[in-house]
Structure formats: C-alpha cells, structure tokens
C-alpha cells in the first residue's frame, strides 16, 4: 500500500508538504465516505486509493456500502441513465423502493463521523438522517449532469439541497441549487497497478497472453461494457479504418455489482465484431489492473468514445503513459484533452475513424500529442490534487469567508 | 517593517456558482453578477493550471469569446487587458465590462449563440492561506527558498497579495524595499508576471536575487 511520500518523487516535495499543513488542520476529524459498490467502477477505484493515502496524513477515513437487492440497483442504473439524459422513466413505487432501501441502510452510518461523505444518488436519501444526527454532510456527484431528466432531477434535487456542500466532477454538471457547489476533477494514481510503470516484458507477456500481435497498430479502448461507452460505435470505426489501415482493436473492461445491463451489451458487442481474428473483445475480471495497464501502454491510439460520460478517467490513465488519445467531447473530457494540443476531441463514429487514420499515419504528431498529455495530467489530475482538494473541501465546511487564513 | 521574510502559501478550492452564459449578452449579464472572486477567478486559472505552459493561454473571458464565439476582434482584445495595471478587482471587472458593452452597443455585434456544451460556467474560488515552514532573513536564504518553495507560494505573493488582497504591490517587492535593496524591489514590481509561466517567474526571480546576492 503506498504512503503519502512515496508521491514526492513524482508530484514535488512541496506538493506533499502543502497537503501536510493541510491535513494538520484536521487531525481527528473522521469522515465516512458511503456508496453503493466496493469494487468495480471509478467510485470504488478512487475510495480505495485514497482512503489509506487521508489515513496516513493523520484522518479517520472510513467507507461503507449500502445494501441493495437486484431491485434497487435496477432503479438507481435507471435513475443513472435519467441523469445522462436517456428515457428512462421511473414510477412512484420505485421511488418509494428506493427511499426505503437507503432508509434500512441507515444503520451504515457512523454515528460519530464529523463529515458524512455521500457517493453519487444511490444512497441519497440517507441524508434523511441529518435532522436527527447533524454533523457536515456533502453529497459528491461523480456521473454526468449535462442534461438531466427533469423528473428524476427534481427528486434528487430535494434531497441533495439538504447537503451542506454538492461536489460536481466538470462545470457543465453545475445546476442552480440553494447550497454550496464545488468543482472536484477525479484523479488517477500514478503508483496503482493500473498505472504504475510496466517492464516490456510484461507488457508483451500480457499480449501474448491474449494473442494480439505487437508488430501491427493496435487500438484500444478499456471501458466497462456500457452501452453509454459505445462499443458498437468503437466498432464500426475500426471497420472503417481496417479498410485502409492494417490494424488490431482492442476492447476491454470489466462490469461493476451495480450494473446488471453489462452483459447484454457485451452480446451486441460480440455481434458486431462478426468474428473478425484482429477484434479482441476481453471481459476482464475484477483485479485485472495490471493486464489494462499493460494493454494501455502496448497500444498506439486509445480510444474513449463514450455518447456520455461523468468524468473519464481513462483517458488520464491513457494520457498519463504518455498515449495518444482520441475521445468524444462530452463530460469531463473536454478538461483532460485541448483538442490537437494534448489530444483530438471527436463528435461521430466517422471523425473518430478518420482521426484514428490520421495518428496511425503521422506517428510524430501523434507521440507529441501523448507528450503534452502527460504534462497536462500530471499537473491537474494526479491522486495529490485530489486529495488536496478533498482536504480543502473538509475544511471548507467549517468556514465561511472567501478568503480563509489558517 | 520585520527584516524576516515569512513565506506562506495558499490553496484555492474552485466553486461552481450555477450560472452560464452562451452569447454576450449572458456574459456581460453573468460579468455584472458574479462575486469578484469570480472575476478573480476567471482572470487567474490559466495561469495555475498551465503554468508549463509557454505561451499560455488568455484569460477564460477571451479563451470562450475566440473559442465558443469565433470573435476573434473581440477575444484578442479582452486578452490584451493588461491585468498588472489595475490594482483591485472591482476596477478590473469594470474594464471587461467596458470592452463587452462597446462591443454589444456596436454596429457589427453578433450575439449569436454558442454551440450545445460550448457554454461559458461561471465559477469561483474559495482561497486559503497557510504559513509554511520557510523564512528567510537576508537575501540568500530568500533565494535558496525561492528554489524550493511550491510554486503556489511565489503565486500568492506576486498575485494574490497585490490584487486580491489589495496590498498595492507584490509581497517580495515590500519586503526588499523594507531591507533596503530598493533597486531589486523596483525590478520585481515592474515584471508583468502575466506574460511568463509561474516556473519562468521562478526562474527570473531566482537569477534577479543571485545577481545582488553576488554584489553584496
């Protein structure tokens, strides 16, 4: 497990130094973090990283997961979909479901918890115990709000107002709302085993493993199998590539506890990839981060072509060993990749195809692309700048004036 | 005036105020609205998030009217507006509004929409300020510090102290002019730490101080 130091050689000594004057100020304090899946999906990936990293600055950082039946997550990934924006309607019975399941569920709660660190809208309504517990409650929102559905919005939109704080992943994702909003990107860790610095062998060791053959372009896009991370899309424009550029792609991911429509779009994947040898399709099981990370680094593009998305965090990881990326301009994307600078931004399976031609056919381009990347998220979007963030957002709470001297 | 030179840091958390804007006239309306850390904001992220960047790009006001608007006339000239010569926010907000509302009473103004998730987010910061471990009492030791320090406690002292706290000069300056060594005071406020990344005015600073460190 790694220490706080150990990010010295990579963020800067003062990085760390800051985030101890920091953490000094709230030594003591306990906040739990609640969710509604310990594995599987950035939620959980980030909580585990960062849980340990806050404990050893000196907080009691604690997590729980709520309880859920088949039911409820049915509901809450239809509340998701909602929130993308997808006709998703959800009946008063269900909405009643799912306040009752976060009502059982509220036993998670740590009754002495200073902060209560709430994780995206399934286990929302457990601020229903705020009259009675107090204490400082933040309801962090990690999925995309651009275009939200007006009912499903208006249900959440009377529980997250009794938060004292609401934390958005991008700017777009900021509605009116009568409390506090702050903007927290997500973040990845460079010392993971997602993104840690792999050997050449190991690299090729994995792709043996899955038969893709290192001497042809490969690319790839990692995501779970999601219809909202359009695999049919990345599909069709290798299709349209493969008819010009001899070429591999990749597809791989994993499915979270809390997403039962993986494995039906898994079979629309295997569909349209007609049995085509250069076209691998790897479901991955959980703790599979080493063989993502080593598929990242043996690809020449990836690709993250999602119709919708909260923030995107592979790209990071993608940008982060130095990769070209090709992404579609929605949620947090746009923050990650300043299009033909640190990246190329897309709007169509066409663009993304005639993109992936362009990289594949001007390679010094695209490693300068990957290059810039690297710079970028090394400076925003590393676990350091995160958990600063997330310190200055525990202290923020106790303060009111713009300006905070401590 | 203290002949020890303490250095402090400060760290901004970044909040989102539920406003946008997707033409001029939203912009000017949001402009009149917002908070001045807004403005502060807006005015100053560019310099913090690609601070290794060279050049870098132009306030978020002139970033959005090139980018998301395609007024190119118009985004150079908010980009022009000399930040280093306006000494509080409320003087630096009435500036852009100036340039916006000559623009939209003019006879080729286009207030056209931008494109869908093109729209201009207000937002602001919430800044906190902490002592760090540092202090130097003579020339050298300031130079020696200036070499480690983190980069946002040089950006607190050239920026944040002379504009957004209102302080008339930059921190540094004050404090070599406490101490007598007016010449370099002078050099460091008459820099216009807009135009060079935050690593580059570590650079300058450093090899200013050096060059009277030598001499002394």
């Known amino acids: 497990m790694s220490r706080i130091r150990d990010y010295a050689p990579i963020a800067g000594e003062s990085t760390i130094e800051e985030l101890s004057l920091l953490a000094e100020r709230l030594k003591g304090k306990t906040i739990q973090n609640i969710n509604s899946t310990a594995v599987g999906g950035g939620v959980a990936e980030i909580l585990i990283r960062m849980l340990p990293l806050l404990r050893d600055l000196g907080l009691n950082a604690a997590w729980g997961v709520i309880k859920g039946n088949e039911k409820f997550f049915h509901i809450t990934k239809k509340m998701h979909n909602a929130l993308h924006g997808v006709d998703a309607p959800i009946d008063r019975d269900e909405l009643d479901y799912f306040i009752d399941v976060n009502r059982q569920n509220a036993e998670e709660i740590m009754a002495d918890a200073d902060i209560l660190f709430i994780h995206d809208p399934q286990p929302i309504a457990l601020v229903e115990q705020k009259d009675t517990l107090g204490r400082k409650w933040i309801w ?43 903007l927290i990107s997500p973040s990845i860790d460079p010392l993971s085993d997602k993104n840690k610095e792999l050997s050449d062998d190991l690299v090729n060791g994995v792709c043996e493993r899955f038969h893709i053959d290192r001497g042809r372009p490969v690319i790839t896009q990692i995501s779970r199998f999601d219809y909202l991370k359009d695999p049919v899309g990345v599909i069709r424009a290798y299709k349209m590539v493969k008819q010009h550029i001899e070429c591999q792609l990749v597809l791989a991911g994993g499915g979270a506890t ?148 401590l | ?67 998301a608007l395609g007024l190119d006339t118009l985004g150079e000239e908010l980009a022009s507006v000399d930040t280093v010569s306006f000494h509080t926010i409320r003087d630096l ?55 480690k320090i983190s980069i946002n406690s040089i950006y607190f002292h050239i920026f944040e102290a002379r504009l957004r706290l209102e302080r008339g000069a930059n921190d540094f300056s004050k404090w070599l002019e ?9 050099e460091i406020s008459r820099l216009d730490p807009y135009t060079i990344t935050l690593e580059g005015l570590r650079r300058d600073l450093i090899q200013r101080v050096s060059r009277y460190v030598e001499n002394s």
């Open chain 2, 1 to 67: 005036m203290t002949t020890t030179f303490r250095f402090l840091t400060r760290l901004n958390q970044v909040e989102l105020l539920g406003r946008q804007a997707k033409n001029i006239p939203e912009l000017l309306e949001g402009l009149r609205l917002v908070p001045g850390t807004s403005i502060y904001y807006h005015t100053h992220r560019f310099l913090q998030q690609h601070h290794y960047l060279s050049p870098e790009p132009p306030n978020d006001f002139a970033f959005w009217v090139t980018n």
């Open chain 1, 258 to 405: 809390d997403d039962p429509e993986g494995m039906k779009v898994l079979e629309q994947v295997h569909h349209e990839a007609e049995n085509d040898p250069d076209i691998f399709v790897l479901f991955l099981p959980p703790g599979s981060d080493v063989e993502i990370n080593a598929l990242q680094r043996a690809s020449d593009i990836v690709l993250q072509k999602s119709l919708r998305e909260g923030f995107g965090l592979t790209v990071a990881e993608a940008l982060w060993k130095g990769k070209p990326v090709i992404a579609s301009a929605v949620g947090g994307i746009p923050l990650q990749i300043a299009h033909k600078y640190s990246g190329i931004l897309t709007h169509s399976i066409e663009g993304t195809a005639y993109w992936i031609k362009q990289l594949l056919n001007e390679p010094e381009y695209a490693k300068k692309l990957g290059s810039n990347g690297r710079e970028h998220i090394k400076y925003n979007y590393l676990i350091t700048r995160h958990i600063r963030d997330y310190l200055l957002l525990f202290l923020s709470l106790y303060e009111q004036k713009d300006i905070v001297s």
């Open chain 2, 178 to 186: 406490g101490i007598g060594e007016t010449q370099l005071a002078r």
């Open chain 2, 93 to 147: 907000r009435t500036r852009y509004l100036e340039i916006l509302e000559s623009y939209s009473q003019g006879r080729k103004a286009r207030n056209g929409d931008c494109p869908e998730g093109q729209e201009f987010h207000f937002m602001s910061c919430r800044t906190f300020i902490l002592p760090t471990p540092y202090e130097a009492r003579n020339l050298k030791e300031f130079r020696d510090i200036l070499e």
């Open chain 1, 140 to 182: 962090r929102c990690h999925i995309d709000f651009t275009n939200p559905k007006k009912d499903v919005w208006d249900f959440l939109k009377n529980y997250i107002e009794r938060f004292d704080c609401a934390v958005f992943s991008a700017p777009a994702f900021s509605r009116p709302l009568t409390i506090r909003q702050v």
